[in-house]
Every structure is written in structure tokens, then in C-alpha cells.
């Protein structure tokens, strides 16, 4: 078996092991709410900074990746995971939430997000890329399926701390795996990358990464491919992580179903998103990724204007339907995405694909305070689900907006970024 492999098991591993947290939050906004008073907009205000950090670092994690090597960045990012997860158990005021939850935790996960397994893929392997994107993908949902009934049952039985507590051994946990198993380049083992023909070199340490990471970002902004997959992301972070993975429990809770129950449902959400994002990487490798992504927000907006109707205090075959439908689709976003940025930006499509993430969770930073913002104005989420929906309609038209690479519209190739609009052939480079 070729070592690229292993990594990718490791990798696999280690991003499950960061999922852990992002299980919480949801769980949490009623507990907090009872026990300190603080309202559902001030946690929500936490879990959007979480998120929003989780996004913003990923860009200057990998260039820190390239700078200081992989297993450095991971390790030290778990441990800052687990240290904010920790000090949770301690806090007593509102800012003490906000500074571990979101600011630590979301810098911790933020430098293991999908831009990690945008490194890993893009060095280790030349074949089969969008499979392992869509199995590295799948790690995050995998990670919520093994955690969220054990959580959700920690925090009905023995209250929320010792969830807190499981987190943040959890992230430790993984911690030998890395520093032992993961390497930073196949040439460290001295093999090829999996499918390549020729021994690639290692790469030299790139130093100065936050000027590569802000360089490379003024450059993607000036094509207009960044803007679009930018924006289809921040949809997809507002429709997924913002929305439902924070407010489901409790919008779920406000029509009387018991939060193990609905828990249970976001788990089974997991299950079927791994089907889905595994497949969605099959297909990417096959097909137009901008027309996979149309599909994907189309119907991901049609299954959340429905939504709404299918809220009850017990479990009812459509809301079943629903969440099979929406699990398939979770981030089954995320190979097409991947592979848009790599065709369009090359060697730095990871550090690109690092502030389209980022974008992704803005876009879920502000539905997740918005969410609990609308639950306290309005008394329901039902206007947040419809938004939603509409926002992805929205989504679905941007992404066949996207020109591939070298298509017609200007005469020359490489030339064309949105249709209309002309791209600087090599800007990222």
C-alpha cells in the first residue's frame, strides 16, 4: 500500500478529532441559556466567532503548512483545541465564552480545516484527488456521527461540562497520532506522490507565509472565478455549519422533540454525508464540477423550504426523508469546489481554497448569530429556513456563472474567469 494512503487515514483521523467540538455547539445554547441567563443571540455570538476564525486561519494555515511542515501546525492546533475546550468548564461571564469557545477553539479547528485536507491531497496525490477530497471531507461529518449522541446524552444526563471535558480529551487524543503517523512530503519517505510518474523533490521551506497568504489572496480577487466560488461557499457555510448544525437542536426542541432525539437526526445527517461527499468526489472526477455544485444548492434550497413543515415533537417518516435528502448534500459541495480552485489557481489552489473556506464560514458565522438573533425576535427560526432556501436558489445560479478554465469568451486560454469578464492568466501563480 502506498504511503499516501496512510497519511490520508491519519488525516482522516485527526480532522474527526477536531469535528468533535464543532458537535457542541448546537447542544449548548439551551443549557447556557438556563443555567448563566445569557441570551441565545450572546451564545450565538460565540458560536460565530468560532466559525468565522474557523474559516479566516485556514488560509494562513497552510502557508504556515509549507512553512513550519504539517505535523507542527496540527499538533499545536489540536492542543489549543483542547485547551479552550477545557477552560469552558471554568467560566462564569459571557466574554469567557466567547474568548474559549470562539477564540480559541476557533483558531485551534480553524488551522485543521478543509484547507489541511487541501494540502494533504494536493502533495501526496496526482490521481485520484477528488475521491480522497470527498473521503477527507466525509472525516468532518464522521467526527459529528461519533460524537453527537455520546454528547447529547452526556449533556442530558450529567449536565454540559463533561461534554466539554470529552472534547477536549478527544482532540488530545489524536495528538500521538499526528507527531508519529503523518508526514509533511512523499519525498520524506522517499516515494513518489500515488499516481505520479516521476519522484517529486521536497519543496524547500516558504517563508514570509502571511505575505504569501495575503499576496495570494490580492491576486485570486482580481479574477472573477474567486468572487463566485467565494460567494457559492459563503451560501453553503450560511445553509450548513450557520444553520442547521447550530439551531436544528434547539429549533427542533422548540416543537417538543426531546434534544437526544434531534441530536440523533443531526448524526444521522453524518452518516449519509459521508455516502454523499465520498460520492460527490467519484462524480467530480468524472463530470463539470460547476454543474454538480448547481444541483448540489438547488436542491439543498428545496429541501430547506420544507423544512418548517416538518418540525413535530416526534420523529415522522418525512422528516426522515428529509434529513437522508439533506445528509447526501451536506457538503457534498466541497470536491467540486476543491477541484474549481485547483484547475484555476494551481499551486496556490490550497492556500485559495483557504479563503473561499474562509468565506464559507463567514457566511455560517452570521446565520449562526442571526439564527439565535431571529429565535429571540420572532420567537421561531422559520424565517431563517425560508432565507436559506432562497439564499441557495441564489447559489446554484453563481456556480454555473463559473468559466472552466481556458473556455472560450476572450479567444485565449486561460484567459477567461466569469463570462463577460476577463482573467489575468496566471494571477495566482
Not at 468533535?20 to 445569557?38: C, K, M
Not at 523533490?201 to 490580492?218: E, F, I, M, S, Y
Not at 425576535?377 to 425560508?386: A, E, I, L, N, R
Request: proline residues 6%; positive net charge.
Amino acid at each position: 500500500m502506498h504511503r499516501a494512503w496512510l497519511v490520508a487515514a491519519v488525516t482522516f483521523v485527526t480532522i474527526i478529532g477536531a469535528a468533535a467540538f464543532r458537535s457542541l455547539p448546537g447542544l449548548l445554547i439551551d443549557p447556557l441559556h438556563q443555567e448563566f441567563g445569557w441570551s441565545r443571540g450572546t451564545i450565538s455570538a460565540a458560536v460565530s466567532i468560532n466559525l468565522a476564525l474557523y474559516g479566516l486561519t485556514a488560509p494562513f494555515a497552510a502557508a504556515l503548512m509549507d512553512r513550519f511542515g504539517i505535523r507542527r501546525v496540527v499538533a499545536v492546533a489540536l492542543t489549543v483545541i483542547a485547551i479552550g475546550s477545557g477552560l469552558t468548564v471554568w467560566m462564569t461571564a459571557a466574554w469567557q465564552l466567547l474568548l474559549c469557545w470562539g477564540l480559541l477553539v476557533g483558531l485551534g479547528s480553524g488551522s485543521m480545516a478543509l484547507a489541511f485536507a487541501a494540502t494533504v491531497t494536493n502533495r501526496w496525490f496526482t490521481t485520484r484527488r477528488g475521491l480522497v477530497t470527498g473521503i477527507l471531507t466525509a472525516a468532518s461529518a464522521s467526527g459529528q456521527l461519533i460524537f453527537l449522541p455520546l454528547l447529547s446524552w452526556l449533556v442530558e444526563e450529567h449536565d454540559w461540562r463533561p461534554a466539554a471535558v470529552t472534547v477536549a480529551l478527544a482532540a488530545l487524543a489524536v495528538v500521538p497520532f499526528v507527531w508519529l503517523l503523518l508526514r509533511d512530503h512523499p519525498a520524506d519517505v522517499g516515494q513518489k506522490p500515488y499516481g505520479a510518474e516521476e519522484f517529486v523533490p521536497k519543496p524547500p521551506p516558504v517563508t514570509g507565509a502571511a505575505r504569501r497568504t495575503v499576496r495570494v489572496l490580492v491576486s485570486a480577487a482580481r479574477t472573477g472565478p474567486f468572487w463566485l466560488l467565494a460567494g457559492t461557499f459563503a451560501i453553503c457555510g450560511a445553509s450548513t455549519n450557520g444553520l442547521v448544525q447550530t439551531h436544528f437542536v434547539p429549533a427542533a426542541h422548540d416543537h417538543g422533540m426531546p434534544v437526544t432525539a434531534a441530536a440523533s437526526l443531526l448524526a444521522v445527517i453524518g452518516v449519509f454525508d459521508v455516502v454523499g461527499t465520498v460520492a460527490s468526489g467519484w462524480f467530480t472526477d468524472r463530470f463539470e464540477p460547476r454543474r454538480l455544485l448547481a444541483v448540489y444548492y438547488a436542491l439543498r434550497g428545496i429541501s430547506l423550504l420544507f423544512l418548517p413543515m416538518l418540525l413535530a415533537p416526534s420523529v415522522r417518516p418525512p422528516m426522515l426523508f428529509f434529513i437522508v435528502f439533506y445528509g447526501l448534500d451536506w457538503v457534498a459541495t466541497v470536491p467540486p469546489t476543491v477541484a474549481l480552485c485547483r484547475e484555476q489557481y494551481g499551486e496556490d489552489s490550497a492556500i485559495v481554497f483557504g479563503w473561499v473556506l474562509a468565506s464559507h464560514q463567514v457566511g455560517a458565522a452570521l446565520v449562526a448569530f442571526l439564527g439565535g438573533v431571529a429565535r429571540d425576535t420572532f420567537g421561531s427560526y422559520d424565517v431563517v429556513w425560508y432565507a436559506s432556501g432562497a439564499l441557495c436558489a441564489v447559489a446554484a445560479l453563481m456556480a454555473l456563472v463559473i468559466r472552466r478554465r481556458g473556455a472560450s469568451g476572450g479567444g485565449t486560454p486561460g484567459v477567461v474567469g466569469v463570462a463577460g469578464a476577463p482573467r489575468v492568466a496566471g494571477a495566482a501563480g
